[in-house]
């Protein structure tokens, strides 16, 4: 795409150069990284560690009010051009997880600094990847043309086109008809009518993200760890997997199964997050409710529109029925959704989605990050593993750690975890090299994969 | 006459803008704001991000100061920019309305066509069997929702003939038989699915007018049924349709959301949606602003007509 990353994961997951020729971790809180020469940004000129110093000093400029700027002002104390093709980052904290030092993307200073307002990169090429925009229409397509002057393999495809489609019914007509040649689907039963057709390929692979229901610890029946618990083995997460995505999704914890590097064994996270009504029951009973005269009334958010979300919720107050909670599903707009849980705070639950990279950060859960200001669940031990995984530079000791935090997730259930939807993909079989990415769509392909058009 | 006139487009000031003022307020009012959509729950969202956002959108203005900025910038043509697609508002209307109108205008005089043929036949042919299968047709027209309807309608085309209207958008301008080709399905569509229903304005409107004095009286003249339907009756019967017509129109300016959502069309609707969803404020009221103008010049138009259509109604 028209942006590149510094590092990237090949399809075993194992970290490789990219942008970033070589990197050299000299202790926790500094590190250093070697540019590949030769790199041309979309204007010709070449990519230099003045550039990456420049970007960062942009991106936290807090009256650009930039995205990432937070994470950015968080960790990095500092970056420095060492000499052309080398800079340094000086962290304010340790952090041995090369992949999680937010660097700052590699942009073309020149041709920002054209343009008096954003957001730029609507209206500029600023970038080193493979593909210009060729074309943006606004909620109607974005269509890319390859560059010329890439500094790696070049893509085998001149053109191509992301086309927004709003309803999936269409999605599905059109890839029978060969208007589209490649479609990410979101429901079971959409993807249902296309993949046994003869002239497309069908996958259905683990994804990367999960849905979870977030607790707000703020409220008083969810500050009982006994009603946590309870739902926590009240909902039956077998069910979402068969119903929502007829069997092709697996129960999750924190990382999603398809992080194979990290995740928890599945037997483990099976047997954290069984389904035990009876054992719910009991913690129920523990925090003061029955199934007849002291029922427990919780509230559930859902966005309107977004993806199965309802559907999700629906099973799970089917599920919290049987045990002796009554839950009442609200379903949101977006924007009142984000007010729910950033202002009012007016809810017990809230279906969501979430997702990691193949590096699993879980500086979102410290106690003094803004999700706890907003739903509380602060862990003092918690925070405590996260800060040690964040200077564990041994990989395998690292990956010991992160698997005692998602355990800690789990059973003091700061979040309750559900199951993780399997990616639906499809593709015309003229679409030659396609092979999905472990975990998500990812339209790096498009370049990386030598994906190209046989038709 | 004249009065009458100067009297109802005086009226259209004072009308729209308490509308854009009402609107303005219950967007203030909705929970999530602008800045609650951009950042969302990201750890970005710090107090110094927040506030240079407002100021970059304007919003960290007192409400009366935002409304009058934007009031005046009106009154000297500026629709103001949108926030989400950083272009101006004008230009974001202007490349998405005339498909909204086109489709709007198609199913229009489709729906017209048929209803005043349908209806007229229906009101001399009163309880016949056809008059009884349209009465239901109209139950089930009303009933169902168009975008259902649509979404069977594609999926019959692409499974037995293996085509679908093409989902890249393209103009007249650029290429007009793909153009047609597109909004062909989704206008006749709209069209045909009004016809049941608006024919049963016109056949109850004609019954009524039929039972009037004047229409015995040409009867009684010698006049054919043909002279008397069509020169008699059925312009005094066109008010009440003249009416629906006409604000089906108007409702045009503000798209079909769900027929734009199906057949993957850049219309008014899905801009307006998609407008109110981001809290894109410019957007929202320079779109609302264009539909209460609409509203209140068309709904002065179809005034005019029952005056031009009924001989019997005189405006003072």
């Known amino acids: ?455 | 006459m004249n009065t009458y006139l100067v009297r109802r487009v005086l009226q259209v000031i004072p009308t729209v803008v308490l509308s854009t003022l009402f609107l303005f307020l219950m967007l203030n009012l909705v929970r999530g704001t602008a800045i609650d959509l951009y950042f969302g729950l990201s750890e970005d969202r710090t107090p110094e991000a927040e506030q240079a956002l407002a100021q970059q959108l304007g919003i960290d203005k007192p409400l009366p100061e935002q409304y009058l900025t934007w009031l005046g910038k009106v009154a000297r043509g500026d629709l103001g920019e949108s926030w989400r697609f950083k272009l101006p508002v004008w230009q974001l209307i202007s490349t998405r309305l005339p498909l909204s109108l086109e489709l709007a205008l198609i199913a229009t005089v489709i729906s017209c066509v048929g209803s005043f043929a349908l209806g007229v036949y229906l009101a001399a042919h009163q309880n016949s069997a056809l008059d009884q299968i349209i009465r239901f047709l109209a139950l089930i027209f009303i009933s169902a929702p168009l975008y259902w309807i649509a979404i069977l309608l594609i999926l019959f085309l692409s499974r037995s003939l293996n085509w679908m209207p093409p989902i890249r958008y393209v103009s007249f301008a650029q290429d007009p038989l793909k153009h047609l080709e597109i909004i062909f399905i989704p206008a006749t569509l709209w069209g045909l699915t009004s016809i049941p229903a608006f024919s049963r304005y016109v056949r109850n409107a004609m019954l009524d007018v039929l039972s009037q004095d004047f229409v015995r009286t040409a009867r009684a003249k010698g006049a054919s049924e043909r002279r008397v339907l069509f020169k008699h009756a059925l312009r005094c019967a066109a008010g009440p349709l003249a009416t629906v017509i006409g604000l089906s129109l108007a409702g045009a300016v503000g798209g079909s959301l769900l027929l734009e959502a199906v057949f993957t069309l850049p219309g008014m609707g899905r801009l307006y949606v998609e407008g109110l969803a981001q809290r894109d404020y410019p957007l929202i009221m320079g779109i609302s602003l264009l539909i209460s103008v609409t509203f209140v010049v068309v709904n002065l138009l179809t005034d005019l007509s029952y005056a031009w259509l009924d001989p019997r109604i005189r405006y003072e």
């Not at chain 1, 990169?121 to 925009?133: N, R, S």
């Not at chain 1, 992080?259 to 599945?266: I, S, Y």
């Not at chain 1, 909670?325 to 729910?340: A, C, H, N």
């Not at chain 1, 699993?360 to 200001?373: C, G, H, I, L, N």
């Open chain 1, 1 to 455: 795409m028209p942006y590149e990353p510094w590092l990237i994961r090949d399809r075993n997951l194992k970290l490789q150069p990219f942008l970033a020729k070589s990197w050299k971790q000299v202790d926790p809180t500094t590190a250093t990284f070697e540019i590949q020469q030769g790199v041309k940004f979309h204007s010709g000129r070449e990519l230099a560690a003045d550039d990456v110093v420049w970007s960062h000093a942009r991106q936290i400029n807090k009256d650009l009010g930039c995205a990432g700027a937070g994470v950015s002002d968080e960790w990095i104390d500092s970056i420095t051009a060492l000499d052309k093709y080398n800079f340094q980052v000086k962290l304010k904290k340790p952090n041995t997880f090369i992949t999680n030092i937010p660097l700052p993307p590699a942009l073309d200073r020149e041709v920002v600094e054209k343009y008096d307002k954003g957001p730029i990169l609507l209206q500029a090429e600023a970038g080193t990847g493979p593909w210009t925009l060729a074309e943006w229409v606004p909620q109607t397509s974005i269509t890319f043309k390859r560059f010329a002057d890439y500094w790696g393999k070049p893509p085998l495809v001149d053109e191509f086109r992301l086309q927004i489609v709003p309803d999936e019914t269409a999605v599905i007509a059109a890839m029978r008809t060969g208007q589209l040649n490649f479609a990410s689907i979101s429901k079971y039963e959409n993807y249902a009518q296309l993949k046994d057709m003869a002239d497309l390929n069908a996958w259905a692979n683990p994804g990367s993200g999960m849905l979870r229901l977030n607790v707000n610890w703020l409220r008083e029946p969810m500050k009982d760890e006994n009603v946590r618990q309870a739902i926590r083995y009240g909902v039956n997460r077998q069910q979402m997997v068969d119903t929502l995505s007829n069997g092709l999704g697996k129960n999750s914890g924190p990382v999603a199964p398809s992080n194979t590097l990290f995740a928890l064994p599945q037997s483990e996270v099976d047997e954290l997050q069984k389904y035990d009504p009876e054992l719910a029951k009991q913690y129920m009973a523990k925090a003061g409710y029955d199934l007849k005269d002291k029922r427990l009334q919780l509230n559930c958010l859902s966005i309107a529109g977004f993806k199965n979300y309802t559907d999700v919720a629906q099973i799970v107050a089917a599920n919290l029925k049987e045990i002796g909670i009554d839950v009442e599903i609200r379903i949101q707009e977006i924007g009142v959704w984000v007010d729910s849980r950033l202002k009012k705070k007016d809810y017990d639950l809230s279906i969501n989605g979430y997702a990691h990279g193949p590096e699993p950060s879980f500086t979102f859960y410290r106690s003094d990050k803004d999700e706890q200001a907003w739903t509380g669940g602060g862990l003092p031990e918690l925070d405590a593993l996260i800060d040690k995984a964040d200077a564990e530079p041994d990989e395998d000791k690292r990956k010991v750690i992160l698997q005692d935090i998602q355990r800690m997730i789990i059973t003091k259930v700061r979040e309750v975890y559900l199951y993780a939807p399997p990616i639906f993909e499809v593709a015309s079989k003229s679409f030659v090299g396609y092979e999905p990415w472990p975990g998500d769509t990812d339209f790096r392909v498009f370049d990386r994969d030598q994906v190209y058009w046989n038709g």
